[in-house]
């Protein structure tokens, strides 16, 4: 596609229930990254692929948190047994080669947990 | 890790005056790029400006590598300025790494 694409764009999770979030990246980028942005902060990254291989998963907060990326296109971020301090809006990006100049951001999940 | 920057966190104006926002960095970067996060989240990229200087229409970007600093310069600002401006940067490593960034407000 033109761009990348992320759903929902809104997801309001009951505490403890398990979400996925998608990435659609742009068709041919080599790099995937998921970000995540709190009320009021910047992006803070959570993981990157290069194609299909995650090669850091540094900025995952805990192992409830769990990407995938097996075809080296579509992503998903699992979240499981959500707490409240997950609440926030989720970002992939994508870029064409490793360490390029051109990210493309979707638009974001914004998830809530109540 | 690298420690990214910026100020003024906060900046309103007045459609028509220009203003300049600044991103410090702690450490040697290959790779510095600008943001504009519009009032509907969608993140926007500005500049790829790892060093010198760029301009597109209203905007320009200069990076001093050396002294670990770039500045973004908006000219004549327009209501659709408002936002969010981050700069991001690349170190040794894959990730882009974001600023505290500076929102922006333009009145008419």
């Known amino acids: 596609g033109a761009g990348v694409s992320q759903s929902p764009r809104y997801k309001v999770a009951k505490r403890g229930q398990d979400v996925a979030l998608r990435c659609d990246p742009i068709?041919?980028?080599?790099?995937l990254f998921w970000y995540q942005q709190a009320l009021g902060q910047g992006p803070e990254f959570l993981t990157y692929?290069?194609?299909?291989?995650?090669?850091?998963k540094s900025g995952l907060p805990s192992d409830r948190f769990f990407a995938e990326r097996p075809e080296g296109s579509v992503s998903t971020l699992k979240i499981q047994r959500t707490q409240q301090e997950d609440s926030a809006v989720y970002l992939c990006?994508?870029?064409?080669?490793?360490?390029?100049?051109?990210?493309?951001f979707g638009s974001g999940t914004r998830l809530t947990v109540v | 890790g690298i420690q990214v920057e910026q100020s003024p966190p906060d900046l309103i104006l007045q459609e028509g005056a220009n203003s300049t926002l600044r991103c410090n960095f702690s450490?040697?970067?290959?790779?510095l790029q600008w943001f504009h996060q519009n009032p509907w989240g969608q993140l926007i990229n500005l500049f790829y400006?790892?060093?010198g200087t760029k301009q597109n229409g209203r905007l320009s970007a200069t990076t001093v590598a050396t002294e670990r600093y770039s500045l973004l310069y908006i000219s004549s600002s327009q209501t659709t300025d408002s936002g969010v401006y981050f700069c991001?940067?690349?170190?040794?490593?894959?990730?882009?790494?974001f600023g505290t960034g500076t929102r922006l407000q333009v009145f008419p």
């Open positions: 990006a994508s870029s064409l080669v490793p360490r390029g100049f051109g990210y493309t």
């Open positions: 068709s041919g980028h080599v790099s």
């Open positions: 692929f290069q194609n299909e291989a995650q090669l850091d």
């Open positions: 450490d040697s970067v290959n790779n």
């Open positions: 400006i790892p060093s």
């Open positions: 991001a940067v690349l170190a040794d490593t894959d990730k882009l790494i």
